[in-house]
T-cell receptor, first 110, second 113 residues
């Protein structure tokens, strides 16, 4: 079983839609959770990070962590064509290594 | 502000040739440095990380090696490339263990032919 599972998509939505991106994980020791956005042929850029459970909001983006279900989500409100990218989740415990999901490809259609 | 530089952006190399990818960080001291490889459908694979000059930890046994000759310089090398070394290589840095995430470079697309 992989440490982190992420649906690769592709996901296609109309402009203005609410997007929900999700990851599940198996290691209950994970405490730090991140979401990255990666445009084609570019390096990933950090969108949001959270520690332990709960919600965090930043503009149109909301990250949720449910440690009891081992499930994290990223919501994008009022999606824009510029949000079209691959979204990667990442997480780790107290060690040095982050575990990344394989990424979900999102296309927002104008 | 901190910046990370990675080059070259694209590289095509024949099987059996050597490899040297360089990464430098500006605007910070004693960063943790990382080399990742990203393959389609397989996510990001940690290859090496370094917490200081000359300190290299290898996560995956392979045909590659890494060195950190200076505080803000991280080099990925190979003596003889294999076809399976093709991929998108990413350098990243973080403060400490990266509790607040990594900053990635722009990546090198390596194709071994």
């Amino acid at each position: 079983q992989k440490e982190v599972e992420q649906d690769p998509g592709p996901l296609s939505v109309p402009e203005g839609a609410i997007v929900s991106l999700n990851c599940t994980y198996s290691n209950s020791a994970f405490q730090y959770f991140m979401w990255y956005r990666q445009y084609s042929r570019k390096g990933p850029e950090l969108l949001m990070y959270t520690y332990s459970s709960g919600n965090k909001e930043d503009g149109r983006f909301t990250a949720q962590v449910d440690k009891s279900s081992k499930y994290i989500s990223l919501f994008i409100r009022d999606s824009q064509p510029s949000d079209s990218a691959t979204y990667l989740c990442a997480m780790r415990n107290t060690g040095n290594q982050f575990y990344f999901g394989t990424g979900t490809s999102l296309t927002v259609i104008p | 502000s901190q910046t990370i530089h990675q080059w070259p952006a694209t590289l095509v190399q024949p099987v059996g040739s050597p490899l040297s990818l360089e990464c430098t960080v500006e605007g910070t001291s004693n960063p943790n440095l990382y080399w990742y490889r990203q393959a389609a459908g397989r996510g990001l694979q940690l290859l090496f990380y370094s917490v200081g000059i000359g300190q290299i930890s290898s996560e995956v046994p392979q045909n590659l090696s890494a060195s950190r000759p200076q505080d803000r310089q991280f080099i990925l090398s190979s003596k003889k490339l294999l076809l399976s070394d093709s991929g998108f290589y990413l350098c990243a840095w973080s403060v400490d263990r990266g509790n607040y995430g990594y900053t990635f470079g722009s990546g090198t697309r390596l194709t071994v032919v």
